[in-house]
């Protein structure tokens, strides 16, 4: 079946990394995608990887994909208040898109 | 601005009623995707429309219909409605090239709210 597991909360301080973890089940995902939802807002495309990469980096987001394990992360440096969200994990399974449940970032000052 | 629009932002109405979500994909994208957010089912794919007809389908009720007009924008109708079908509705688009996965992009939402 279907499933993308992330956990629900992660806390930060204002400065540090975050790292927000997923892992999902189809081992014949191609894309996997980090998608970032800020309160009251819609869903907006932060980046994604091919399931042939091991990593991705943009600016301050870097993409970790262990392929065998089935395991993401998106790593954000120096994690800014802006960052508060909810960071949703989600994979291309047979041309359905299936998304985590979604991790709320909360940054603290 | 992902170029995905929805209208209304906002409906409030009352169980039993019918309502429709309308989306206008990003200018050149085929495919077009709606979704259901709701606190305990989470993000849910309901179903896709391929320039005009019906691509794949998720976790869409009987009660709950969609379709794609010549110009690829949609309409998502609701109908007997009930308290359960309070969420976030989406919309998200994509150029929809047969056999290839694209990104999705997504629209600002319309929160239905059912009383």
């Known amino acids: 079946g279907e499933d993308v597991e992330q956990s629900l909360f992660l806390s930060v301080r204002e400065g540090d990394s975050s790292v927000i973890n997923c892992t999902y089940t189809?081992?014949?995902?191609?894309?996997l995608y980090w998608y970032k939802q800020e309160p009251g807002a819609g869903l907006q495309l932060l980046t994604y990887?091919?399931?042939?990469?091991d990593m991705k980096q943009d600016q301050r987001l870097t993409v970790l994909l262990n392929k065998k394990d089935k395991h993401l992360s998106l790593r954000i440096a120096d994690t800014q208040t802006g960052d508060s969200a909810i960071y949703f994990c989600?994979?291309?399974?047979?041309?359905?898109?299936?998304f985590g449940k979604g991790t709320r970032l909360h940054i603290l000052p | 601005d992902s170029g995905v629009t929805q209208t209304p932002k906002h409906l409030i109405t009352a169980t039993g009623q019918r309502v429709t979500l309308r989306c206008s994909p990003r200018?050149?994208?085929?495919?077009v995707y709606w979704y259901q957010q709701s606190l305990d089912q989470g993000l849910q794919f309901l179903i896709q429309?391929?320039?005009?007809?019906?691509?794949a389908k998720g976790n869409i009720l009987e009660r709950f219909s969609a379709q794609q007009f010549p110009d690829l924008h949609s309409e998502l109708n609701l109908s007997s409605l009930e308290l359960g079908d309070s969420a976030l509705y989406f919309c998200?688009?994509?150029?929809?090239?047969?056999?290839?996965?694209?990104?999705?992009?997504f629209g600002p939402g319309t929160r239905l709210l059912v009383l």
């Open positions: 990887i091919f399931s042939n990469m």
């Open positions: 429309y391929y320039n005009g007809e019906e691509r």
């Open positions: 189809d081992s014949s995902s191609t894309y």
């Open positions: 989600a994979e291309m399974e047979d041309d359905k898109i299936i």
């Open positions: 998200a688009s994509s150029p929809g090239n047969r056999g290839v996965q694209e990104t999705q992009y």
């Open positions: 200018s050149g994208d085929l495919s």
